[in-house]
T-cell receptor, first 118, second 112 residues
Framework: GAVVSQHPSRVICKSGTSVKIECRSL??????MFWYRQFPKQSLMLMAT?????????EQGVEKDKFLINHASLTLSTLTVTSAHPEDSSFYIC??????????????FGPGTRLTVT | RKEVEQDPGPFNVPEGATVAFNCTYS??????FFWYRQDCRKEPKLLMS???SGNEDGRFTAQLNRASQYISLLIRDSKLSDSATYLC?????????????FGAGTQVVVTP
C-alpha cells in the first residue's frame, strides 16, 4: 500500500519558536495533501488542504499566517507552526491523496507528529 | 451540531463477544463512508469502506442506512487486539478534493 511519512515524529519546542513538520508520499505522487490536528479524545480536525504548486486552502478558524503550508512538489508538503504557543500542542497528522487520474480517492495517513510547546 | 456523531464509549467487551455501535451523519450529500481504526497516539488506519448493501470483512460487518443517515459497525468474536478507537468517516459528494469528515471515535476495550 501507499506510504506516507512524517518528520519529526515528536517535537518539543519553547513558546515563541517556530516548528516545521514534513509530510512525504514515498511511493506515489500526491497532488493533494491534507493537514489535520487532533486534541486528546477529540476527532481529527482538518486544518487545510494543499495542492501542489498552489496556495493552501484553510478551514474556517485556522490562521493561515500562523500555520504556513507549502506543497512544493508532488511528494512533499510542509506545515510550519509559527510563534508556537502551549495551546498549539497537539497531534498533527498529514494525509496524501493519489492523483485524480488514478481513480483512487483514498487518503493515506502519515504517522503523525506530536508537538509539545512549553 | 457536529457533522459526524459517535457514542464515545467506552464499550467494554469480553473477549469472544460481539459488539456493535453506530454513527450518524448530518449532511445528506455525504457520498462515501468509512470506518477507520485508531490506536492510542497513532494515526488512523482504514478498516473498511461501507457500501450501501452492507459489507463484511472477516469478523467486521458494516451497514449503511441512507434514509436515517447512520452507519454501523459490528465486530464478532472480539479479540484483545480489537481494542482501539473506531472512527466513523464520511466524504461529501460536493467536495472535489475528497475532504474527509471524522467523528470523534468510539472506544472499544476488549477484556480477557
Amino acid at each position: 500500500g501507499a506510504v506516507v511519512s512524517q518528520h519529526p515524529s515528536r517535537v518539543i519546542c519553547k513558546s515563541g519558536t517556530s516548528v516545521k513538520i514534513e509530510c512525504r508520499s514515498l511511493d506515489f505522487q500526491a497532488t493533494t495533501m491534507f493537514w489535520y490536528r487532533q486534541f486528546p479524545k477529540q476527532s481529527l480536525m482538518l486544518m487545510a488542504t494543499s495542492n501542489e504548486g498552489s496556495k493552501a486552502t484553510y478551514e474556517q478558524g485556522v490562521e493561515k499566517d500562523k500555520f504556513l503550508i507549502n506543497h512544493a512538489s508532488l511528494t512533499l508538503s510542509t506545515l510550519t507552526v509559527t510563534s508556537a504557543h502551549p495551546e498549539d500542542s497537539s497531534f498533527y497528522i498529514c494525509s496524501a491523496r493519489d492523483r485524480p487520474a488514478s481513480g483512487r480517492y483514498e487518503q493515506y495517513f502519515g504517522p503523525g507528529t506530536r508537538l509539545t510547546v512549553t | 451540531r457536529k457533522e459526524v456523531e459517535q457514542d464515545p464509549g467506552p464499550f467494554n467487551v469480553p473477549e469472544g463477544a460481539t459488539v456493535a455501535f453506530n454513527c450518524t451523519y448530518s449532511n445528506s450529500a455525504s457520498q462515501s463512508f468509512f470506518w477507520y481504526r485508531q490506536d492510542c497516539r497513532k494515526e488512523p488506519k482504514l478498516l473498511m469502506s461501507v457500501y450501501s448493501s452492507g459489507n463484511e470483512d472477516g469478523r467486521f460487518t458494516a451497514q449503511l442506512n441512507r434514509a436515517s443517515q447512520y452507519i454501523s459497525l459490528l465486530i464478532r468474536d472480539s479479540k484483545l487486539s480489537d481494542s482501539a478507537t473506531y472512527l466513523c468517516v464520511v466524504r461529501l459528494s460536493t467536495d472535489s478534493w475528497g475532504k474527509l469528515q471524522f467523528g470523534a471515535g468510539t472506544q472499544v476495550v476488549v477484556t480477557p
